[in-house]
Each structure stands twice: as C-alpha cells, then as structure tokens.
C-alpha cells in the first residue's frame, strides 16, 4: 500500500526555522509532483508548494521567498524548509502527492499524508 509519512514540524519562535519531510512509501514506479497545503480547523486547504519530478516549483503567495521546498527522487521524499516563520504559519501542514504509479500500474491522482502540526509562537 503507498503511503505518504510526514516528519518533522513542531514548535517554533517568529523568525525561527522548522523543516517537513514527507516520504513516499510503498512500491511506486512515477511520481509527478509531490508538495504541501496546509490548514486551521474549520479553514479551507491551502497550497503551499509544489515541486515536480522535472524541478519546477509552485510557492503560495504567503509563503514565497521564506519557504524553499525540494524533492529527492532517489528517496522519493519531499522536504518543506521553512524559514522567517511568522505566526500565521501555525497550521497543519499536509503532504500531496500527484499522479502516483505504483508498479503494478494503479494510479493515485492525489494521495495525502496524515499531517504535521506547526506552530510558531513567543
């Protein structure tokens, strides 16, 4: 069964810096792009960023020129660096995979991970 693992998160004063990771786990033959949303309770999901197999990225507006997101193929795991935290970045932060294959041929158009819970406070 695939699955995508979060790591990481935790608590963090404004200024301060965390890093996610998210693996893909299982056995997959492609992954297209793997990223990260984020959201309060009762809040809509919010993209964060994206990165796909070939390198491109996608930033959300909050987050673009503090967060630098990046993907290992070999391990097939995503990282979200975040630096320059600020208080409105307090969220739970969930890992997206898209278009992955497993090698038997299943396709997953979106997979999400359980979450991270960031909090940044004084």
């Known amino acids: 069964q695939v699955q995508l693992v979060e790591s990481g998160g935790g608590l963090a004063q404004p200024g301060g810096s965390l890093r996610l990771s998210c693996v893909v786990s299982g056995r997959i033959r492609s992954v297209m792009g793997l990223g990260w949303h984020r959201q309060a309770p009762g809040g809509q999901r919010e993209m964060v960023a994206l990165i796909t197999d070939g390198g491109s990225t996608v930033y959300g507006d909050a987050v673009r020129d503090r967060f630098t997101v990046s993907m290992d193929n070999a391990k097939n795991t995503v990282y979200l660096q975040m630096d320059s935290l600020k208080v409105e970045d307090t969220d739970t932060y969930f890992c997206?995979?898209?278009?992955?294959?497993?090698?038997?041929?299943?396709?997953?158009?979106?997979?999400w991970g359980q979450g991270a819970l960031v909090t940044v406070a004084t």
């Open positions: 997206k995979g898209v278009d992955v294959v497993e090698t038997e041929g299943h396709e997953h158009r979106r997979l």
